[in-house]
């Protein structure tokens, strides 16, 4: 019997959803550092569009090395839709919970596979280390 689409079968998710996933998570992790802010409320990636409209030439720094993967864009919407309503923690960025993604699951019509809810858990770790990051 065949695992789902990018589901677990013998050991762990499928070599091409792996592979998609990994994209995502680069695609992500750049996102999040050129949304931080410095101490004056600017964001990394404003920083370097002004540069890149003052010199005419876009930084390196703004282009990625990863891009959305077309295949795991609701994933990323999905996160963005998750992380949105997130409930704020007591002294820190609260983690998206099971139970957080099962009530957005209902409220919404989605059906995550579990492949694709262990992605969601696996961005908004990379999200919350990007916060701890000076």
């Known amino acids: 019997m065949a695992a789902p ?3 677990r079968g013998h050991g762990g998710p499928r070599p091409f959803f792996r592979e998609l996933a990994d994209e ?3 695609f992500a ?5 050129l949304s ?3 101490a004056s409320g600017v ?4 920083h370097l569009q002004q ?7 876009v930084p390196p720094a703004l282009v990625g090395e990863h891009s959305l993967p077309e295949p795991l864009a609701h994933v990323w919407a999905w996160f963005c839709e998750l992380s949105n309503a997130r409930t704020p923690g007591a002294f820190a960025v609260a983690s998206i919970s099971y139970q957080d993604m099962e009530a957005w699951a209902r409220l919404t019509g989605h059906r995550p596979t579990a492949a694709e809810v262990a992605l969601l858990r696996e961005l ?6 990007s916060l701890r990051k000076e």
């Open 43 to 46: 964001s990394l990636r404003a």
């Open 51 to 57: 540069l890149a409209k003052s010199t005419g030439q």
């Open 124 to 129: 908004d770790a990379a999200f919350i280390a």
């Open 5 to 7: 689409p990018g589901g």
């Open 24 to 26: 995502l998570l680069g």
């Open 29 to 33: 992790r750049h996102h999040f550092r």
């Open 36 to 38: 931080r802010e410095d």
